[in-house]
């Protein structure tokens, strides 16, 4: 039986068979009490093993997204890319529309292949390993699958890392293109922008972290930034340099709480992009003064040390960014 009550956000409908509970608010009463039937007939269908002959992918998709996506940082990616990943045509039918009981490693083959088509290797691998999470829960939480069928799929191969260094030379010609003249006041957004891109490579902080910084972020006394939420899922303090305090003291003041660099993603993004081609160098990236910092922080730091500041928790990872020659090495040698 359903359990439907009024909540500030419209009707919150719960319901509970066999000890799988499910729960969801609706705008209205009636759609409430449509879902609710609908999910106690899936429900009982589950429980009885039925389930087993009539889910198909499009219900580990859907199911995975409402039960396990909202508790991700990467909700709204997944979001749009679970119906992506169900919606492609195999052998002439909608992937999601592929029953369990029938899903092969073959379906997934080629469905990688259809996707390499399309996206870059690292592109269709990331929406493979979300794939193969959706598979994995809802063999080990929810009993839908026996095994997991990504298990014997090959993967795309890892692309090469990216080895883009930034020249001197260009980070001048991009600080012009931005406004940016050192010793004068940062007023602007571009100019903004300017002390982000130079921030960057004097910490090897990806421009997500750098934008969400805030005034109780930074530590000037112990210098260093304390970055709640990295990529990699858990916090890290990273050391700041002289020269990346003095960076962030040239910056406008803000209200408390605010991003000290006062930019969002889109409009950081845009306005490197304008700068970046009136200076005419179209293949550099902003995320590229992510390996120019680390290969010069390379030449001061220890491994342990490097791996530490930048977030790295295998430090084979570094290797990409490390581009001494067989000369600078024996010059350390003596």
């Not at 199911?63 to 909202?70: G, I, N, P, R």
């Not at 692309?159 to 012009?176: F, K, N």
């Not at 300017?194 to 805030?214: G, K, N, Q």
């Not at 390379?298 to 000369?327: C, F, P, V, W």
Request: net charge positive; glycine share 6%; no cysteine.
């Amino acid at each position: 039986m359903a359990s439907i009550q009024k909540v500030a956000k419209g009707w919150r409908v719960q319901v509970m068979v066999d000890g799988q509970r499910d729960s969801r608010t609706f705008d209205t009463r009636a759609a409430a009490m449509a879902w609710s039937a609908q999910r106690e007939t899936e429900l009982r269908s589950i429980a009885s093993g039925a389930g087993s002959k009539t889910l198909t992918v499009g219900d580990v998709l859907k199911e995975y997204e409402l039960k396990v996506t909202h508790t991700k940082r990467g909700a709204r990616w997944e979001r749009l890319r679970l119906p992506l990943i169900g919606g492609k045509e195999i052998g002439g039918r909608k992937f999601k529309d592929i029953k369990l009981i029938d899903l092969r490693p073959s379906h997934i083959a080629a469905w990688r292949d259809v996707r390499m088509r399309e996206v870059s290797g690292a592109s269709a691998s990331r929406e493979m390993s979300l794939m193969s999470h959706a598979f994995l829960v809802a063999r080990k939480e929810w009993g839908w699958l026996v095994t997991n069928p990504m298990a014997d799929v090959k993967r795309p191969p890892d692309p090469p890392g990216r080895e883009r260094l930034i020249s001197q030379e260009e980070i001048e010609l991009l600080l012009a293109s931005l406004g940016y003249e050192e010793g004068l006041p940062v007023e602007t957004p571009m100019q903004r922008v300017a002390v982000a891109f130079l921030f960057a490579i004097e910490t090897a902080m990806r421009s997500s972290e750098i934008l969400a910084l805030t005034a109780s972020s930074v530590n000037y006394h112990g210098k260093f930034a304390r970055l709640p939420m990295t990529k990699n899922g858990t916090a890290r303090n990273v050391p700041l340099s002289s020269r990346a305090i003095e960076l962030l003291k040239m910056l406008p003041a803000v209200p408390k709480g605010e991003s000290l660099f006062a930019l969002s993603a889109s409009s950081r993004d845009a306005l490197f992009r304008k700068a970046r081609d009136r200076s005419q160098i179209p293949d550099v990236t902003f995320h590229d003064t992510r390996h120019e910092a680390i290969t010069r922080l390379a030449k001061k730091l220890q491994s342990l040390d490097l791996a530490r500041m930048t977030g790295h928790r295998n430090i084979s990872e570094l290797m990409t960014y490390y581009n001494a020659t067989a000369t600078d090495i024996a010059g350390r040698l003596g």
